[in-house]
């Protein structure tokens, strides 16, 4: 059976909750903090008056939007003063993830979103549908796009990794940052104990700092909680969250570059990590929440050999394993002293892997079908020592393939065998 | 002072002659009023000596300013070939940067006022990615409108997808 509306339909009933919702918690704390300070002298109708501003939008809001299926188009209408209508045909359909915020969670509420490939905004929202109706919604517009009846049985799934919460948690704390604060801290405090006033001026410090890596930490640990991939005919599914769990497909074809990060204090329990380069436009692909600098993990923590089984699957042919003649020469010491027992790059017909890092060894496989333009620099230190660095753009934003200091030789070779090598690869099926 | 081509069998071309003499427009709108400035108030305040000194000081280094900017100028050149476009550039950090065809997003060409004083126009290609330099400066007007149409019609005929 399917429930894909035909003609105009409403979202949830209780979508306007949920919006406000964000805005009621934050009220909950101001009006907290003040019935502390004040005594519970403050007038409280000036809170009541924002709470009920928010509802009555996020109902005029919730009055004016609606949604239909009609021919092989995802139809959105909404706003009020500033009507906008979204047609989206179903084929340009690249992936559709459920998103449930916290109180979305408890209200049985979730949210669909649609991703479309191209340009102008991206990302369409149907916020809120019931929890069962998100996830066969989902299963339906997923089917639709590919071609079939909308009421073929979801594709079924088979879960390849699962990483348990309490790992996620001692890795996020195994850092060098949240080691340098501990360090810190641990200071200040013996300060403290031998000449009091210095120590908690050194603390008052100290505490901000702390503050700011404890919630990036408590933010990484939240959105890759009960991490969970599976595999599916239609892609890579991807399952995390604590308050607010997302449920997300891969889009495989727009993966420009694959990472593997091997921080230092990870090394002795022999973990990594494995993140993925998405091509997306600046702005409108990202979430809100989301920042910049968050990137996609397909595999947040575990055993080297998961994430190189996970390389060989994102990447077909592709290898981690640095073959010889590939590390940075020994002259390079001198413009790298830190980085060079990490440095080493090198290519095959279809990848371009790169290794760099000081303390956390981090290593990058390109595919060259997805290489955008390349770039070869030299700059004084460089041409003196013989060397140069080959840049292989690609249209991710959060690690392009950086081949650092090569041999001059080789980098010119680089130059000019590449991007041959990179049209032959675009050209293969 | 120009590097060695790091590919010398390619027939390169360069920017327009004018693309120098628009630099040197732009540097003594710079240097003359400095010079004078500078050189008047030293003659005021310690008299013909110290102006003299500093007048040779200021032209050696506006001459050393304008021996880098030829030099950065000589060092602009660009190759067509059949499935990239080439761009080397850089005196001191010397670039080369290769942009296939069937990657490029679009084409603009711009002129500034100066280029515009001197029929110049500056052709740049884009790519999905947003670390890709492929700029041409400088180039005649006509040069830079064939520039233009050829590469966005290599472009169209070769585009791949993301």
């Known amino acids: 059976m399917t429930d894909l509306p035909t003609h105009w339909a409403r979202l949830h009933p209780l979508s306007p909750i949920v919006h406000a919702g964000r805005l009621l918690g934050a009220l909950a704390v101001v009006v907290g903090l003040r019935q502390v300070g004040s005594r519970g002298r403050q007038p409280l109708w000036v809170d009541g008056a924002a709470v009920g501003v928010a509802l009555v939008g996020g109902l005029v809001s919730w009055l004016v939007t609606r949604w239909r299926i009609h021919n092989g188009e995802l139809q959105v209408e909404t706003g009020l003063l500033r009507r906008q209508s979204v047609r989206l045909p179903l084929t340009r359909l690249q992936a559709v993830d459920v998103v449930r915020p916290l109180l979305g969670r408890v209200l049985g509420l979730a949210e669909v979103r649609v991703v479309v490939a191209g340009h102008g905004s991206s990302r369409t929202r149907l916020a809120y549908l019931g929890d069962e109706r998100a996830d066969s919604v989902r299963a339906q517009l997923l089917a639709l796009a590919h071609g079939l009846d909308a009421t073929t049985p979801t594709a079924p799934e088979r879960p390849i990794i699962a990483v348990p919460g309490s790992r996620i948690i001692a890795a996020a704390l195994l850092s060098t940052p949240v080691l340098l604060v501990l360090l810190a801290v641990v200071a200040a405090i013996a300060v403290a104990v031998v000449a009091p006033r210095a120590g908690l001026a050194a603390l008052g410090v100290i505490g901000p700092v702390a503050l700011t890596i404890g919630l990036g930490v408590a933010r990484r640990v939240g959105a890759e909680w009960e991490f969970a991939l599976a595999e599916s005919p239609d892609g890579l599914r991807l399952r995390a969250g604590l308050l607010q769990t997302r449920a997300e497909t891969i889009p495989l074809a727009r993966l420009q570059a694959v990472r593997v990060l091997e921080p230092l204090l990870w090394r002795p329990l022999g973990w990594v990590r494995l993140e993925i380069d998405i091509a997306r436009r600046r702005d409108h692909d990202r979430a809100e929440h989301e920042s910049t600098t968050t990137t996609r993990a397909l595999l947040p923590v575990g055993p080297p050999d998961l994430a190189h089984w996970l390389v060989k699957r994102l990447l077909p042919g592709a290898s981690v394993d640095r073959p010889a003649q590939s590390r940075a020469p020994l002259r390079a010491i001198l413009r790298a002293p830190l980085m060079h027992h990490h440095l080493a790059a090198w290519h095959d017909a279809r990848y371009v892997t790169c290794v760099t890092g000081r303390l956390r060894r981090a290593t990058v496989v390109v595919p060259l079908a997805k290489a955008q333009s390349f770039r070869w620099v030299q700059g004084p230190v460089l041409r003196r020592l013989r060397l140069a660095t080959v840049h292989v753009d690609t249209a991710g934003r959060h690690f392009p393939g950086t081949a650092l200091l090569r041999p001059a030789d080789e980098a010119a070779a680089w130059v000019t065998d590449l991007p041959v090598l990179a049209r032959a690869a675009r050209q293969r099926p | ?162």
Do not use: C, N
């Open chain 2, 1 to 162: 002072m120009v590097q060695p081509d790091l590919l010398p069998q390619l027939s390169w071309r360069r920017p327009s002659p004018r693309m120098w003499r628009a630099r040197l427009l732009l540097l003594s709108i710079v240097a003359v009023p400095v010079v004078v400035v500078v050189v008047v108030v030293a003659a005021v305040a310690g008299g013909a000596a110290p102006a003299v000194a500093t007048a040779v000081v200021l032209l050696v280094a506006t001459a050393f300013v304008g021996s880098v900017l030829h030099g950065r100028y000589r060092s602009w050149r660009y190759a067509e070939r059949d499935e990239d476009l080439l761009i080397q550039r850089g005196l001191m950090f010397r670039r080369v940067s290769v942009v296939p065809y069937g990657r490029m997003q679009f084409v603009d060409m711009t002129a500034g006022p100066v280029e515009r004083v001197f029929k110049l126009a500056t052709v740049q290609l884009h790519t999905a990615a947003a670390a890709t330099d492929a700029r041409v400066p400088g180039l005649d007007r006509a040069e830079a409108e064939r520039l233009r149409d050829r590469l966005a019609a290599l472009g169209e005929a070769r585009a791949a997808g993301l």
